[in-house]
C-alpha cells in the first residue's frame, strides 16, 4: 500500500459515530469448496490522516472484529469464482507474459535487489543489529526468527525460475486499486505488482523509511507461507506505526521486516 503521495481519493471520511459498510465474498478468497463450519475474523490495523489532510499522521487505529460462524454449503461455494482458479500459471516462477518490457526489466531488478536487502538484513538480525528498534527485542527465539525468514524471502528473490511463489505484472484478481502498490494471495503464494509499483516507486530509496521497489518485494515475500511459514500480516504500514506494534505483532508484520531492511540499506 502506498504510503506517500496520496490523494483525496485514496480516503473514506468517517465522522465519529458513522459506520462504513462493505462486502467480502469469502468463496472469493478462500477455500471453502469443502461443505462445513467455517469461522471468520478480521485483524489488523488502519493508517489514517487527520480529516482534510492526505498525509498519513504516521499512527494507526487497530481493529479486531467479532468472530463469525458460517455453515457454508461446498457445492454453492464451487459456483463462485475462486481467485486460485483465476491463477493459471506455475506457481514457481516469474511471469512477466503481461509486462512490457521495461516493466520485465524492473521486475527482474527489484527481485534481485530484494536478494541483496533481505541477505544483508538476515545477517545484520543474526548478529543484533537494530534488533530492539524494529522487532521489540533480541532475544534468540525473535533473532532466530527474523533472520530466518529473512534468509528465505533472500533465496526466494534470488530465482526466477525454481521459487515457491509466483510473481506476475497482471493482476489477475483484479485488487489493484486506488493505492495498491502490490498484493500477495498467500493461499496461492502469488503475487501480483501493480501499476503504482513501477510508476511511483524508486528502485532503490536511501532515505530511511521508503519505499521502493526492492523493498515492496521484500514486503510482498514476506506474506507467502511457501517462502516462510506461517506468512506475515498487514499489522501495521510506515516507520512509526510498526513501532507501536508488540514484539510478536512485529515479528508477525510484513512491513516491518521491510523497514528494517531499508534501514540498514540506508544507514539509519
Known amino acids: 500500500m502506498a504510503t506517500t503521495n496520496l490523494e483525496a481519493t485514496h480516503f473514506v471520511p468517517i465522522e465519529p459515530g458513522q459506520t462504513i459498510s462493505t462486502e467480502v465474498d ?7 469448496e469443502s461443505t462445513d463450519r467455517y469461522t471468520v475474523r478480521a485483524t489488523g490495523s488502519m493508517p489514517y490522516a487527520e480529516l482534510n489532510s492526505t498525509t498519513l499522521s504516521g ?4 481493529f479486531s472484529s467479532n468472530t463469525l460462524t458460517l455453515d457454508i454449503d461446498g457445492d454453492k461455494a464451487k459456483q463462485i469464482p475462486y481467485a486460485a482458479h ?3 500459471h506455475k506457481r514457481t516462477e516469474l511471469d512477466t507474459s503481461g509486462c512490457s518490457r521495461d516493466r520485465a526489466a524492473a521486475l ?27 522487532f521489540k527485542s533480541t532475544s534468540t527465539s525473535v533473532i532466530r526468527t527474523v533472520a530466518a525468514r ?10 526466477t525460475n525454481s521459487g515457491v511463489t509466483e ?10 486499486q486506488r493505492g495498491v502498490i502490490a498484493y500477495t494471495l498467500p493461499s496461492q503464494n502469488y503475487i501480483a505488482y501493480c501499476d503504482i509499483f513501477y510508476t511511483n516507486l524508486p528502485g532503490l530509496s536511501n532515505r530511511c523509511h521508503g519505499q521502493d521497489r526492492a523493498t515492496t518485494v521484500l514486503h510482498e515475500k514476506t506474506h507467502a507461507p511457501a517462502v516462510y511459514s506461517p506468512g506475515t500480516d498487514d499489522y501495521a504500514y510506515g516507520y512509526s506505526a510498526s513501532r507501536a506494534l508488540s514484539t510478536q505483532q512485529a515479528v508477525n508484520n510484513a512491513d516491518t521486516y521491510a523497514l528494517y531492511a531499508n534501514a540498514l540499506y540506508a544507514g539509519c
Open 150 to 159: 529473512l534468509k528465505a524471502v533472500a533465496d526466494e528473490c534470488a530465482t
Open 167 to 176: 510473481s506476475s505484472c497482471e493482476d489477475e484478481y483484479g485488487a489493484c
Open 108 to 134: 527482474q531488478t527489484a527481485l534481485s535487489n530484494c536478494a541483496d536487502l533481505a541477505n544483508n538484513a538476515a545477517s545484520a538480525a543474526q548478529a543484533g543489529h537494530q534488533m530492539q528498534e524494529y
Open 86 to 88: 483465476k491463477i493459471s
Open 26 to 32: 469469502v468463496a472469493e478468497l478462500y477455500d471453502v
Open 59 to 62: 499512527k494507526s487505529v487497530a
